[in-house]
């Protein structure tokens, strides 16, 4: 039996997206304090970010039982990281503690690459799909 290293990825990828807007929406100081310490508090802001979060994660989350939405979906996880990665590398020094700039930055910079390399496996086992269901 085949493994299905996408859905895996999706499913942890999903699960990963809820937990962050769970936590920023339970709990806005302590995200704040602990992994956005950019700027002044922003409560609706914040709450913002967890709306996009969440949403992003239950589209991860149906996409585990529905392949067609993977590769869309990842694309969209792609973006979002490698958007996020650019405001991260804008306000690399802006960061308190000091490490948390780069490490951010990374870490998003590096996820966004990892993104585009499933989408675009995901894209190719649905092209294979298409191409056994015709046959």
Not at 75 to 88: E, M, P, Q, T, Y
């Amino acid at each position: 039996m085949r493994k299905d290293v996408i859905g895996t990825a999706v499913l942890g990828l999903g699960l990963y997206e809820v937990a962050i807007a769970l936590f920023v929406a339970i709990a806005p100081h302590a995200f704040f304090d602990s992994l956005g310490p950019y700027g002044h508090f922003n409560r609706h802001y914040l709450h913002d970010v967890a709306a996009f979060e969440g949403a992003l994660g239950v589209g991860l989350l149906l996409a585990v039982r529905r392949p067609t939405w993977r590769a869309p979906l990842l694309v969209l996880a792609a973006l979002h990281f490698a958007f996020h990665a650019i405001s991260h590398g804008v306000d690399v020094t802006r960061a308190d503690p000091k490490w948390v700039g780069p490490v951010e930055f990374a870490g998003l910079l590096g996820g966004a690459a990892l993104l585009l390399l499933l989408a675009r496996r995901a894209l190719a086992e649905s092209g294979d799909r298409r191409d056994r269901g015709s046959a």
